[in-house]
C-alpha cells in the first residue's frame, strides 16, 4: 500500500524559506511520480511544482517562478520542496500526491484527479 507522509511545515516571516519532505513507502523509486499541490481556506487545491526525473522536466505554478527547487533522495524515497522568499499568500496545507505508476515520458499534469495517493498536508503558514 502506498503511503506519502509529509513534514516540515511551519511559522516562517514573509521573505523566509522552508523545506518541505515527501516521504513514500510501499512502492519503488522511479515508478510514480511526486507532485506538490497547496490548498488555501476557502480556495481550490492548487498544483505547485513536479519534477520528471526521467525525462529532466519540472513544472511549477507560475506564481513560484524563481522561488523553489524540488530534490530528491531515491535511497530514502523521498523527495523535497525547498522554498524561498515566501509570501503571506503562500500560506496553506502543503500536500505531495503520487501517480502510480508513471512512465517516463507521461506529461506531468497539474490536475489533481491526475493522482492516485495523497499525504495528509503539511500546514506552512507565512506572517507578514
Known sequence: QVQLVESG?????AGGS???SCAASGVTSGTYLIAWFRQAPGKE???VASTNWAAGRMEHADSMEGRLTIERDSAKNTEYLQMK?????D???YFCAARAPFGDYEAISPDPVAYHYWGPGTQVTVSS
Not at 511545515?9 to 516571516?13: I, N, S
Open 9 to 13: 511545515g511551519g511559522l516562517v516571516q
Open 18 to 20: 522552508l523545506r518541505l
Open 45 to 47: 487545491r492548487e498544483f
Open 85 to 89: 522568499r515566501l509570501k503571506p499568500e
Open 91 to 93: 500560506t496553506a496545507v
